[in-house]
């Protein structure tokens, strides 16, 4: 197993961008998977292997990948946005067999 | 439309055996790219992956808890099952079971169910 890192906050002015990063030493090697969580409630897949994005989810959702770094882009932030997102990655095989979540970031939308 | 739904005890002892169900419908464990997945959450504090089934049946889990883990399905009953033994208070979170559709990755939640562990 091993660990993914992400910042514990970022806090953006309602229409900026918000960049929420992960870094992880095998990330190069397997894709990312983001997700939102609003207090009390389950969490939303909201960017799929990197940079997809699920049905319903707002364009102004989107992913990228650099080396160990995958970073999550919310464009034009809304007051809805505010909420903790976590990346989590998977075997670049396209199975599971070793599942790790990052921290966490909460998004705080001034 | 997909949903799921989890099951068990709000309230366990120390050294208790948990067991949770997920319920789901709208898909099918049998399908070909399908598992199901649990993961849980302590108040205040992150994501943390416990385990997965898939529609071969096959069964991982996280390394930190293997020993003391257990999952299987029903795939007539459209149901997983989580044991996990030796409660200890430190196991109290929210437990989450998810779709996973290995295209997409945990695209589907349950709403969740809070287990505290306390004597």
């Known amino acids: 197993s091993y660990e993914l890192t992400q910042p514990p906050s970022v806090s953006v002015s309602p229409g900026q961008t918000a960049r929420i990063t992960c870094s992880g030493d095998?990330?190069?090697?397997?894709?990312a998977y983001w997700y939102q969580q609003k207090p009390g409630q389950a969490p939303v897949l909201v960017i799929y292997?990197?940079?997809e994005r699920p049905s319903g989810i707002p364009e102004r959702f989107s992913g990228s990948s650099s080396g160990t770094t995958v970073t999550l882009t919310i464009s034009g932030v809304q007051a809805e946005d505010e909420a903790d997102y976590y990346c989590q990655s998977a075997d670049s095989s396209g199975t599971f067999r070793d599942v790790v979540f990052g921290g966490g970031t909460k998004l705080t939308v001034l | 439309q997909v949903t799921l739904r989890e099951s068990g005890p709000a309230l366990v002892k120390p050294t208790q055996t948990l067991t949770l169900t997920c319920t789901f419908s709208g898909f099918s464990l049998s399908t070909s790219g399908m598992c199901v997945s649990w993961v849980r959450q302590p108040p205040g504090k992150a994501l943390e992956w416990l385990a997965l089934?898939?529609?071969?049946?096959?069964?991982y889990y996280s390394t930190s808890l293997k020993t003391r883990l257990t999952i299987s399905k029903d795939t007539s009953k459209n149901q997983v099952v989580l044991t996990m033994t030796n409660m200890d208070p430190v196991d109290t979170a929210t437990y989450y079971c998810a779709r996973l559709d290995i295209l997409t990755g945990f695209d589907i939640w349950g709403q969740g169910t809070m287990v505290t562990v306390s004597s």
């Open positions: 292997k990197d940079s």
């Open positions: 095998a990330l190069p090697k397997q894709y």
């Open positions: 089934i898939d529609w071969d049946d096959d069964k």
